[in-house]
């Protein structure tokens, strides 16, 4: 099929475009770290201390600025479903394994918080916000529970399952939301 009258075969041919190609070009390498050597070394062991792929971790750190130092884990995102119930070993495991890292758990009815703080891996637990709560209540929920480490919610990812997971993340502001099923899949190694 030939191209009509006027059409310019998906060419950019207007002035100046190979200067502002050139001008953005640059901008965006001035833009990205150059880091040492030592400091990725760093950062991707740091990445595998928090059970996370590098690219994920840098990500993360690039948007929030901030390392991260600790996580958020819905009952939901634990598969404790109900009182007595235990996490999953394969879960239990890596929380297990997380190297300097606060591990907050956030009981969803009927799981309470007297039993999500029992559990392996679990340095702290509080109630999840409400489903019937509005916006501002559950970002000032989320922040409370963050508060009381006395640290702010962008250094915090939230492990969860569902959008209205998600939505407390945003509501506080963290650094980010990981899919439960996608942070307790990824295995790391060094």
Do not use: C
Not at 25 to 49: C, G, N, T, Y
Not at 129 to 135: I, V
Request: cysteine-free; overall charge positive; proline content about 5%.
């Amino acid at each position: 099929m030939m191209a009509g009258i006027g059409h310019n075969s998906g060419r950019v041919a207007e002035p100046g475009h190979s200067w502002r190609k050139h001008v953005w070009a640059k901008a965006r390498r001035d833009l990205m770290p150059k880091l040492p050597i030592e400091v990725v070394r760093l950062r991707v062991k740091r990445a595998a201390a928090l059970g996370l792929p590098y690219k994920t971790y840098a990500g993360i750190r690039a948007s929030s600025g901030h390392d991260l130092i600790g996580f958020m884990f819905s009952s939901n995102a634990l598969r404790v479903l109900r009182n007595g119930q235990d996490m999953p070993a394969d879960r239990s495991a890596m929380l297990g394994a997380l190297v300097a890292t606060r591990r907050i758990g956030l009981a969803h009815r009927p799981v309470t918080v007297t039993h999500l703080a029992g559990l392996p891996g679990i340095d702290e637990a509080h109630t999840a916000p409400l489903f019937s709560q509005g916006w501002a209540a559950m970002r000032d929920h989320m922040r409370d529970v963050v508060i009381k480490g006395g640290q702010p919610a962008d250094r915090f990812v939230m492990i969860g399952d569902t959008a209205f997971e998600r939505e407390w993340a945003e509501a506080a502001r963290m650094a980010g939301f990981l899919d439960a099923a996608s942070y307790f899949k990824t295995s790391v190694t060094i």
